[in-house]
């Protein structure tokens, strides 16, 4: 059930196509103060568009996206949003990448580059300041993509499938990394992810997506107990969360 007063993002019935292709036939979805939400669903029903109708880049054909209380169809600017495909800009070292956000608001580069530099020690990214993204890690890419984002806007988050590029153990590692962070800052998360794993790992709740048209399968609340460490993994709680979500999912 949620917490009305809590509500920060309400997605109320959105329907979208482009053209004849019908993606989304009614998405209802609420994300409240400093929960982590994940969608999941198959490849192509729809869950970047989602993304792109409540960061106001794509207008919803029906339904409304409410950001504390405030319709937001078609308006751009209150939530930060990691893309899927989020690349750093190869030419610019990683201080410089992670300061765009700041410079679009106005800040001066200097004081845009002293912000960013109070951020690099948690984002695991000190001493890189001056590093061009082909001298990082796949990990640290990430990192630097989420410092981003979070410059842009720190208490609302939209995070695309941010580890999909990933392997495996540098994934859990990020997960965990993403955990701990997200613990201090605060912040309100709608995540993007196809590995239920992940999901239930991270999420207070998580959204199942039919294939397209997109309609909500399934709402699992995830009552594992916070602060979670890497062997929630393994608890019976955590299984048997995924034996539900398998149950709707084949
Ligand atoms: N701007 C657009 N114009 C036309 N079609 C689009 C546009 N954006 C997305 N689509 C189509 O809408 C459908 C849903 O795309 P979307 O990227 O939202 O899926 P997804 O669930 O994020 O997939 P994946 O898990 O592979 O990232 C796809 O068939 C895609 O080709
Ligand atoms: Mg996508």
Same mark, same amino acid.
């Given at each position: 059930? $949620?917490?009305?007063?809590?509500? #920060?993002?309400?997605?109320?019935?959105?329907?979208?196509?482009?053209?004849?292709?019908? @993606?989304?036939? !009614?998405?209802?979805?609420?994300?409240?103060? $400093?929960?982590?939400?994940?969608?999941?669903?198959?490849?192509?029903?729809?869950?970047?568009? #989602?993304?792109? +109708?409540?960061?106001?880049?794509?207008?919803?054909?029906? %339904? $409304?996206?409410?950001?504390?209380?405030?319709?937001?169809?078609?308006? @751009?600017?209150?939530?930060?949003?990691?893309?899927?495909?989020? /690349?750093?800009?190869?030419?610019?070292?990683?201080?410089?990448? +992670?300061? +765009?956000? #700041?410079?679009?608001?106005?800040?001066?580069?200097? !004081?845009?580059? $002293?912000?960013?530099?109070?951020?690099?020690?948690?984002?695991?990214?000190? %001493?890189?300041?001056?590093?061009?993204?082909?001298?990082?890690?796949?990990?640290?890419?990430?990192?630097?993509?989420?410092?981003?984002?979070? #410059?842009?806007?720190?208490?609302?988050?939209?995070?695309?499938?941010?580890?999909?590029?990933?392997?495996?153990?540098?994934?859990?590692?990020?997960?965990?990394?993403?955990?701990?962070?997200?613990?201090?800052?605060?912040?309100?998360?709608?995540?993007?992810?196809?590995?239920?794993?992940?999901?239930?790992?991270?999420? !207070?709740?998580?959204? /199942?997506?039919?294939?397209?048209?997109?309609? +909500?399968?399934?709402?699992?609340?995830?009552?594992?107990?916070?602060?979670?460490?890497?062997?929630?993994?393994?608890?019976?709680?955590?299984?048997?969360?995924?034996?539900?979500?398998?149950?709707?999912?084949?």
């Amino acid at each position: 059930m $949620n917490n009305q007063e809590n509500i #920060l993002i309400e997605v109320k019935n959105i329907k979208k196509s482009f053209g004849d292709l019908y @993606t989304l036939k !009614d998405i209802s979805i609420v994300l409240e103060k $400093n929960h982590f939400v994940s969608i999941v669903g198959p490849s192509g029903c729809g869950k970047s568009t #989602l993304f792109d +109708v409540i960061a106001g880049l794509e207008k919803p054909d029906r %339904g $409304n996206v409410f950001i504390e209380g405030k319709n937001h169809n078609g308006k @751009t600017g209150r939530v930060s949003y990691m893309h899927q495909k989020d /690349l750093l800009f190869p030419w610019s070292n990683i201080i410089d990448n +992670v300061c +765009v956000p #700041l410079l679009i608001k106005g800040y001066k580069k200097k !004081d845009a580059a $002293n912000i960013a530099a109070k951020h690099f020690a948690a984002f695991g990214l000190e %001493g890189f300041e001056k590093r061009y993204p082909s001298q990082l890690s796949g990990g640290m890419r990430q990192r630097a993509a989420l410092l981003r984002t979070y #410059l842009f806007a720190d208490d609302i988050m939209l995070l695309d499938e941010p580890f999909a590029s990933l392997d495996s153990i540098t994934r859990k590692k990020m997960q965990l990394w993403l955990l701990k962070i997200w613990e201090q800052i605060n912040a309100s998360i709608f995540f993007i992810t196809h590995d239920i794993d992940e999901a239930i790992f991270l999420s !207070d709740r998580i959204y /199942l997506l039919s294939p397209r048209p997109a309609t +909500v399968k399934g709402i699992f609340d995830i009552d594992i107990q916070r602060p979670r460490g890497s062997t929630v993994f393994t608890s019976e709680k955590f299984n048997h969360i995924k034996e539900e979500i398998f149950k709707l999912l084949y």
